[in-house]
């Protein structure tokens, strides 16, 4: 099928609202749109990080799936307490894949499941006393961590516990940093709340402790990965090709992270922010505090990569912007023979994309230098700032859809028809039983690392392996097949 | 009275950002900006307003209280 035009995308958005009520219909029309280039700002066109509609399947997380799951959690040498119910830690155990090193339990507790277990008794009388038994078994079960943060779930909020003392109290006593993080989950319309308060909270908590600390030494090539959860291990990748041209990667936020990396973070020249929505807040307080920069990078494909890394090195001597074309010279011949051995194999395909971050915008690169091209996109839990960035980056007469429902992302999957979908695991299986190939694009499909040079040959691969599957071909029932195929089929045999 | 980031764009402009409503906008306009006093009235790229109390010209990126006009 050919590229829809800007009268047929709308069309089609006109025919998917058509079922619903008129209340809501009159909402959900405000988060679909047709990309058009020539609007400076999104907010002409789109709105977002607005409440999800009461009644549809939204495919949004909470509060506390941004602060713990997100932003806190990586940092892999404290202690995060899910503190309430057993279950959100359990059921969100391990799932982001954000590797690091280190020995579990020992050093590292990425990987671990640490919570409170809230019955009806501590609902009823409070649960301080509990965190305070908690934070001292941890210390004597697990001596070596760095720091405790205490990630809250809804009911610590509803029946009003004071963890704020517990974690001064616990902090003088084992003088380490015990941090209350009010991430509940019913805050905010989604889980960029979520990393507000987390940043909020690694701001006011972890930051200062090393301001008069001068013994840390630095170098005027210091600088900060910042918003990288090093997912199957996209950190690592990213971090290479910035030590290779030159620069000094001081701190890594948040995968693979420690908390030293962190108090250590305002002492570099440079903060690069790969995910704009989780960490700009941390970025922007560092700049105002500690007359940090920040720039955005995106390290999604060869040609994005060659722009960011002409881009940092931009901030900084001749000797770094020598070390950047160095980079982009060393990877060509190994980039070039990727794009030649996928680009055929994928060429002129069409992927919808939908996940929250960087990701609706920040892959459109990797895909286009594949010679694929991103026919709709959206956000989870973006704000308007991220789609003003969105909008340049996607053709004109795309779709972009904010919020989406499962009912509007398979009505819009069954008149646009992409090759490819990229979108989470609630998504996955209704998508391949459609007989569509999908990609789960929030922790890569158990693959990884899709960042930086070495993760884009991975990503090729990984898309060329959806995309060509010969499993789509057997998507139909033999009995449901016409007759010209069997022909086909019993030639081939 | 929005709390508001100010910090300077790569192209040397103003950008005004309100982290409660997702606003980031351009200044296009500052009603005194001299060395002696800075502030009063902004307008955005967008065409909405808002007044800086006059002071000493800040160290930009900064966080200020500004009245919505």
């Not at chain 1, 008069?212 to 990288?228: K, L, Q, R």
């Not at chain 1, 030649?340 to 920040?362: C, D, I, S, T």
């Not at chain 1, 999908?438 to 392996?465: N, T, V």
Request: some cysteine; charged content about 30%.
């Amino acid at each position: 099928m050919s590229a829809l035009s800007k009268e047929e995308t709308e069309a089609l958005i006109q025919e998917v609202l058509e079922v619903y009520p008129e209340k809501a219909q009159k909402d959900r029309a405000k988060h679909l749109a047709v990309n058009d280039q020539s609007l400076e700002k999104s907010n002409k066109c789109i709105t977002s990080n607005r409440k999800s509609l009461p009644g549809v399947m939204t495919i949004r997380g909470c509060a506390y799936a941004g602060s713990k799951g997100v932003v806190w959690g990586p940092i892999k040498d404290m202690i995060h307490i899910s503190h309430g119910p057993v279950g959100c830690g359990q059921y969100s155990r391990a799932g982001r894949r954000n590797y690091y090193v280190g020995t579990t339990g020992v050093n590292t507790f990425g990987t671990m499941n640490f919570t409170s277990d809230f019955q009806e008794k501590d609902i009823v009388f409070g649960g301080d006393k509990k965190l305070a038994k908690l934070i001292d078994e941890i210390e004597d079960l697990f001596p070596l961590n760095k720091g405790i943060s205490i990630q809250s779930e809804c009911p610590i909020g509803l029946i009003g516990d004071d963890i704020e003392a517990v974690a001064k109290q616990k902090n003088k006593e084992h003088e380490k940093p015990v941090v209350p993080v009010r991430c509940e989950g019913f805050r905010g319309v989604s889980q960029s709340l979520g990393h507000h308060i987390a940043n909020d909270a690694i701001r006011d908590w972890i930051l200062p402790n090393r301001d008069n600390d001068n013994s840390f030494e630095g170098t005027p090539y210091d600088v900060a990965v910042i918003g990288d959860y090093n997912i199957g291990g996209d950190a690592w990748a990213s971090r290479t090709l910035l030590e290779e041209m030159g620069l000094r990667v001081v701190a890594q936020w948040s995968g693979d992270g420690t908390v030293a990396e962190m108090e250590n973070t305002p002492k570099v020249k440079l903060n690069l922010i790969h995910c704009y929505r989780s960490m700009n807040y941390i970025a922007r307080h560092m700049e105002e505090k500690y007359e940090i920069p920040w720039i955005e990078y995106n390290f999604f494909g060869p040609t994005k990569i060659a722009e960011s890394l002409r881009k940092i090195a931009s901030h900084f001597d001749d000797k770094i912007k020598a070390g950047a074309e160095k980079v982009i010279k060393r990877y060509e011949a190994e980039y070039n023979a990727v794009i030649a051995k996928f680009r055929p194999r994928l060429e002129g395909k069409r992927v919808m994309l939908y996940v929250g971050g960087l990701r609706p915008r920040h892959v459109i690169g990797a895909y286009e230098d594949l010679g694929m091209e991103v026919v709709g996109t959206g956000y989870e839990f973006a704000h308007n700032d991220d789609y003003d960035r969105t909008i340049k980056e996607m053709g004109n007469a795309t779709l972009l859809y904010d919020d989406v429902t499962g009912y509007e992302f398979e009505e819009f999957v069954k008149k646009v028809k992409p090759d490819l979908i990229g979108s989470g695991i609630k998504e996955k299986y209704i998508f391949q039983k459609m007989g569509v190939p999908f990609r789960q694009m929030h922790s890569w499909d158990y693959s990884g690392p899709y960042h930086g040079y070495d993760g884009f040959a991975i990503f090729a691969r990984d898309m060329d392996m959806t995309l060509n599957n010969p499993c789509w071909n057997n998507i139909k029932a033999p009995w449901k097949q016409d007759a010209a195929e069997d022909v086909a089929v019993a030639a081939g045999a | 009275m929005p709390s508001i980031m100010l910090r300077h764009r790569d192209d040397g402009k103003l950008l005004f950002y309100v982290a409660k409503k997702d606003l980031e906008e351009t200044v296009e306009s500052l009603e005194f900006d001299s060395p002696e006093k800075w502030g009063g009235e902004v307008v955005l790229g967008d065409g909405s307003r808002y007044y800086f109390e006059p002071m000493e010209p800040p160290k930009i990126p900064i966080t200020l209280r500004a009245k919505r006009l």
